[in-house]
Antibody, heavy 131, light 108 residues
Framework: QVQLQESGPRLVKPSETLSLTCTVS?????????WGWIRQPPGKGLEWIGG???????YYNPSLQSRVSISLDTSKNHLSLQLSSVTASDTAVYYC????????????????????????WGKGITVTVSS | DIQMTQSPSTLSASVGDKVTITCRAS??????LAWYQQKPGKAPKLLIY???TLEGGVPSRFGGSGSGTEFALTISGLQPDDFATYYC??????????FGGGTKVEIK
């Protein structure tokens, strides 16, 4: 079955770039689903960071768009998250997830589709921003 | 952004009770709503999508209803495994996807 596993540094210094990887097993990231990142600060609720389709169309939360980058490595079947200029408020559990929905081929280019809900989640990785 | 407001934030109940959690959207989202269950230290688990469609493997005691701006998650006959925090999420507008603040269901 589909499994997702987050990995990366658990401690990041302020102003530096947070970099995480999500390895997907049991399913190809070239399939017709989005792949996304969601975070949860300690004791708080869930926040959508953004997602990506194998078309390389990306869907970022506007509140983070200037600092976030999500990419796919189809050869390794994983997705990556980079969040730059981090502060203590970026301390959170970071989850990767498979997201229902798909872009569609217009005949000339990949058009953006409808990003929906997360049906498979990784276990999450706790990242602390501190000097 | 579409704001999602859940109530109550905490709910105390006993095994066997019927409980209802409500979720209100700041604008109409048709039926583009999902519900998740999260236990401490674990990732959220999808329960319901399209407001009322049960994800595979989810017990039938869970039910979803609503459309437009008002939605509800009902658990009929609360089981010990159901004590958790529940979140709603809209996907009418993906920029950005937004979640409710959560409802913690605790043991009375």
């Amino acid at each position: 079955q589909v499994q997702l596993q987050e990995s990366g540094p658990r401690l990041v210094k302020p102003s530096e770039t947070l970099s995480l990887t999500c390895t997907v097993s049991g399913y190809s990231i070239k399939s017709d689903h989005y792949w996304g990142w969601i975070r949860q600060p300690p004791g708080k609720g869930l926040e959508w960071i953004g997602g990506i389709f194998h078309s390389e169309n990306t869907y970022y939360n506007p509140s983070l768009q200037s600092r976030v980058s999500i990419s796919l490595d189809t050869s390794k079947n994983h997705l990556s998250l980079q969040l730059s200029s981090v502060t203590a408020s970026d301390t959170a559990v970071y989850y990767c997830a498979r997201v229902q929905g798909a872009d569609f081929w217009s005949g000339f280019y990949w058009a953006k589709g409808d990003v929906k809900y997360m049906d498979v989640w990784g276990k999450g990785i706790t990242v602390t921003v501190s000097s | 952004d579409i704001q999602m407001t859940q109530s109550p934030s905490t709910l105390s109940a006993s095994v066997g009770d019927k409980v209802t959690i409500t979720c209100r959207a700041s604008q109409s989202i048709s039926r583009y709503l999902a519900w998740y269950q999260q236990k401490p230290g674990k990732a959220p688990k999808l329960l319901i999508y399209k407001a009322s469609t049960l994800e595979g493997g989810v017990p039938s005691r869970f039910g979803g209803s609503g459309s437009g701006t008002e939605f509800a998650l009902t658990i009929s006959g609360l089981q010990p495994d159901d004590f958790a925090t529940y979140y709603c999420q809209q996907y009418y507008d993906y920029s950005p996807l937004t979640f409710g603040g959560g409802t913690k269901v605790e043991i009375k």
